[in-house]
């Protein structure tokens, strides 16, 4: 069991529709999801780099994109010598879009990038291992200072590459969430989040193989759409898994969570 009563934050988790849902119920569910997921899938060892530098980089590139076109971008980065922060600092911003061009929106990831780069030598003196040296609630809150890095990179930046337990959620887990009752519709990110907070062990190896975990029965049942059949996770959702899970598929959704940082 990863999940216990002696571990709860709380006796309610509020969502994002203001609706109160008992924490001991969540945390079953938690508990159930996470080891039949560990069940199917094992561990996914993640976040997938060679160095914690990359991941940085590759949480910023695999915004609105998918992680193929972000292997190619950090292919062309390692090929030039960019997988390093002073080489970073030193690359002119239009280089520095036209080799990362495969992610998509070069020009504006090149800009991200590049304003986490100068944000880590004011700080921190371009060491990203001192990054530590900071509670993680005022480093968190320092990182969504940075122009171009939303909650979702925030908190893979913390829990990946620093090392610190925060839980990431994304896309993936809002429709696991929603279609296994977890959460209502009209949630937002801090809602969300706080579910596995609030009811999970403050864990990191728990945090990381988690949020993996969620992003594979994503890739694999979990879209936009349902594919429920071989679903590691079909005999807890009962009646309520009906088509589309709500996600906003406008343009104008598309360039909201692209300004904020989001990513699929």
């Known amino acids: 069991m990863i999940v216990n009563s002696t571990t709860s934050r709380s006796n309610h988790v509020k969502t994002g529709a203001a609706a109160a849902v008992p924490a001991g119920n969540i945390r079953r569910k938690l508990n159930r999801i996470y080891h039949a997921l560990f069940k199917a899938y094992g561990p996914r060892n993640w976040w997938p780099g060679e160095s914690p530098t990359e991941i940085v980089i590759g949480a910023i590139l695999t915004q609105n994109t998918n992680w ?4 190619k971008a950090i292919a062309r980065l390692r090929a030039a010598g960019l997988i390093d922060w002073q080489a970073l600092r030193q690359v002119a911003v239009p280089k520095l879009a036209e080799i990362i061009r495969p992610a998509g929106y070069h020009n504006l990831k090149a800009r991200r990038l590049n304003n986490f780069v100068d944000w880590l030598f004011e700080r921190f003196e371009g060491r990203l291992e001192r990054l530590r040296e900071i509670p993680i609630d005022d480093l968190r809150a320092q990182l969504l200072q940075v ?19 925060t839980f990431v959620v994304d896309a993936y887990t809002g429709r696991v969430a929603r279609r296994h009752g977890l959460i209502e519709h009209g949630h937002d990110y801090a809602a969300l989040k706080s579910v596995f907070e609030e ?6 190896k728990l945090y990381n193989e988690f949020h993996a975990l969620l992003v594979e029965v994503g890739k694999r049942h979990c879209g936009p759409d349902a594919s429920c059949t071989g679903c590691p996770l079909a005999r807890f959702s009962g009646a309520r898994i009906k ?9 104008r959704a598309r360039k909201a969570r692209i300004a904020a940082g989001t990513t699929r």
């Open 68 to 71: 193929k076109n972000v292997e």
């Open 147 to 165: 122009n171009g890095i939303g909650p979702e990179t925030a908190d893979a930046i913390l829990l990946y590459a620093v090392g610190l337990p």
């Open 199 to 204: 009811n999970l062990p403050r864990d990191l």
């Open 243 to 251: 088509g589309p899970a709500g996600s906003p598929r406008s343009s």
